[in-house]
């Protein structure tokens, strides 16, 4: 699956999620295609209008434990790695490693959350089943096991901080905010990579300063495959989300 990173990183759409047109964008027939030769079970919820239509893709567990992952993008010209190709994948590995959690990988985050607000509505009405909370990946990329998580409080938040002891950030608008907004616990996490040199961070985790500076490759050239690791993918999975999960 993390070999795969590099050819989503190619796919591109027309541009932010307003753009999508009337048929599955690329993003969404190149998950659509991944998710079935890998034999995963998914359900696409198709929303909008004549012109332009939204997409949520549902892999369903049996838990009340959610992961969600935006698959839009805002850049066309960029790789979109970190914002948030990397999270779609890391989102997809979850739900191999621990196939009881429901995943979604929401379309519209980047114009104010379109996705976690159809998803929120369809949570609440019982649609995907009981929901405990939600763990939404961001920027996901690169870091591994130092990570901070959003500033929330929420049972989720406190359950990821007595396990990990780790910082907590005011982020930015994210889908979290929207799930919280709808009265769906949820928190958002982003691991980051360990700062080099003799500089200091805010956000220390594990002993290290955090390095915050790939923050600002989002939507941007910048945000290249090149600047992610897919070791540090598969172990932010296995050694940070399997635990929170636990």
């Given at each position: 699956?993390?070999?795969?990173?590099?050819?989503?990183?190619?796919?591109?759409?027309?541009?932010?999620?307003?753009?999508?047109?009337?048929?599955?964008?690329?993003?969404?027939?190149?998950?659509?295609?991944?998710?079935?030769?890998?034999?995963?079970?998914?359900?696409?919820?198709k929303w909008g209008s004549d012109t332009n239509k939204f997409y949520?893709?549902?892999?369903?567990?049996?838990?009340?434990?959610?992961?969600?992952?935006?698959?839009?993008?805002?850049?066309?010209?960029?790789?979109?790695?970190n914002d948030n190709s990397a999270s779609v994948i890391n989102a997809?590995?979850?739900?191999?490693?621990?196939?009881?959690?429901?995943?979604?990988?929401?379309?519209?985050?980047?114009?104010?959350?379109?996705?976690?607000?159809?998803?929120?509505?369809?949570?609440?009405?019982?649609?995907?089943?009981?929901?405990?909370?939600?763990?939404?990946?961001?920027?996901?990329?690169?870091?591994?096991?130092?990570?901070?998580?959003?500033?929330?409080?929420?049972?989720?938040?406190?359950?990821?901080?007595?396990?990990?002891?780790?910082?907590?950030?005011?982020?930015?608008?994210?889908?979290?905010?929207?799930?919280?907004?709808?009265?769906?616990?949820?928190?958002?996490?982003?691991?980051?990579?360990?700062?080099?040199g003799t500089g200091s961070s805010k956000l220390v985790h594990n002993?290290?300063?955090?390095?915050?500076?790939?923050?600002?490759?989002?939507?941007?050239?910048?945000?290249?495959?090149?600047?992610?690791?897919?070791?540090?993918?598969?172990?932010?999975?296995?050694?940070?989300?399997?635990?929170?999960?636990?």
């Amino acid at each position: 699956m993390y070999s795969k990173m590099s050819e989503f990183c190619k796919v591109k759409n027309v541009g932010i999620a307003y753009e999508n047109g009337h048929e599955e964008t690329p993003r969404v027939k190149w998950l659509v295609k991944l998710l079935k030769s890998n034999n995963i079970q998914f359900i696409i919820d198709k929303w909008g209008s004549d012109t332009n239509k939204f997409y949520n893709i549902i892999l369903p567990g049996t838990s009340g434990k959610f992961v969600t992952a935006h698959h839009d993008i805002v850049n066309p010209k960029s790789d979109n790695a970190n914002d948030n190709s990397a999270s779609v994948i890391n989102a997809i590995m979850t739900k191999i490693h621990s196939p009881s959690t429901t995943v979604i990988l929401l379309d519209g985050e980047e114009i104010g959350g379109k996705g976690s607000q159809r998803a929120s509505e369809k949570i609440n009405s019982g649609e995907y089943g009981n929901c405990d909370w939600i763990l939404n990946f961001e920027l996901t990329g690169k870091g591994g096991s130092n990570f901070f998580i959003g500033n929330y409080d929420n049972d989720l938040s406190s359950h990821i901080k007595n396990i990990f002891n780790c910082p907590t950030f005011q982020t930015p608008f994210n889908d979290s905010t929207v799930f919280n907004r709808n009265g769906i616990v949820s928190t958002v996490i982003n691991p980051l990579p360990i700062l080099k040199g003799t500089g200091s961070s805010k956000l220390v985790h594990n002993g290290f300063s955090l390095d915050s500076s790939i923050l600002w490759n989002c939507h941007s050239l910048r945000d290249s495959v090149e600047t992610i690791d897919v070791n540090d993918m598969k172990k932010f999975v296995e050694d940070v989300v399997m635990k929170i999960l636990d």
